[in-house]
């Protein structure tokens, strides 16, 4: 079966070969079409230690990269993946 935006996942977190959590046994739990109750969100990823520092709330400002969040307004909303 195809995954599609709204659809509900399953799944079960195992130990991947490079030690590393990977999802296993994927399935379709409920499948949505419809989609008025999702929301779009932009999302940007970040490797650790940076990641346990910001969302742990010790750093609270990225100048790593200076041009990642040009495009976006001040007080953007975002995910951390």
Same mark, same amino acid.
Request: without cysteine; aromatic residues 8%.
């Given at each position: 079966?195809?995954?599609?935006?709204?659809?509900?996942?399953?799944?079960?977190?195992?130990?991947?070969?490079?030690?590393?959590?990977?999802?296993?046994?994927?399935?379709?739990?409920?499948?949505?079409?419809?989609?008025?109750?999702?929301?779009?969100?932009?999302?940007?990823?970040?490797?650790?230690?940076?990641?346990?520092?910001?969302?742990?709330?010790? &750093?609270?400002?990225?100048?790593?990269?200076?041009?990642?969040?040009?495009?976006?307004?001040?007080?953007? &909303?975002?995910?951390?993946?």
């Amino acid at each position: 079966d195809d995954i599609n935006e709204g659809d509900e996942l399953s799944f079960t977190v195992v130990t991947a070969r490079n030690g590393k959590d990977a999802a296993a046994n994927i399935e379709i739990s409920k499948s949505d079409t419809d989609a008025s109750d999702l929301v779009n969100m932009h999302v940007f990823s970040m490797n650790l230690p940076f990641v346990a520092l910001l969302s742990n709330g010790y &750093k609270t400002l990225e100048t790593r990269n200076g041009t990642m969040f040009v495009p976006y307004k001040a007080g953007t &909303k975002m995910l951390l993946h």
